[in-house]
């Protein structure tokens, strides 16, 4: 089964950048969509972004366009989430994902069925 690292999460101030990354191994791993979620303090977990080891099937949550930037890296097996211009009400534990096919990427909560451990990202003001 696909196994998921996450890194590169800490404590970091209102305004800064910062990228994790998550390490991915394991059998047929091509043929899973992978993705970020975080889950912040008393919130229900949510999407933040998709992307396929090709590349395509890129997708942001609405309120995070244009500070997030999804990409992959597919020699390494890895997936890495870079945020920019990070605000308090970014701290969250950063999950990454995998999605077993058929791929569906539509919805606000999207199938995703292998999870990472997460790393926690806090954003001091």
């Known amino acids: 089964q696909v196994q998921l690292i996450e890194s590169g999460g800490g404590l970091v101030q209102t305004g800064a950048s910062l990228r994790i990354s998550c390490a991915a191994s394991g059998s047929s791993l091509s043929a899973y969509a992978m993705g970020w979620f975080r889950q912040a303090p008393g919130k229900e977990r949510e999407f933040v972004a998709s992307i396929t080891w090709s590349g395509e099937n890129i997708y942001y949550r609405d309120s995070l366009k244009g500070r997030f930037t999804i990409s992959r890296d597919s020699a390494k097996k890895t997936i890495y989430l870079q945020m920019f211009s990070l605000k308090p009400e970014d701290t969250a534990i950063y999950f990454c994902?995998?999605?077993?096919?058929?791929?569906?990427?539509?919805?606000?909560?999207?199938?995703?069925?292998?999870w990472g451990q997460g790393t926690q990202v806090t954003v001091s003001s």
């Open positions: 994902a995998a999605q077993s096919p058929p791929w569906v990427f539509s919805g606000d909560y999207p199938p995703y069925d292998i």
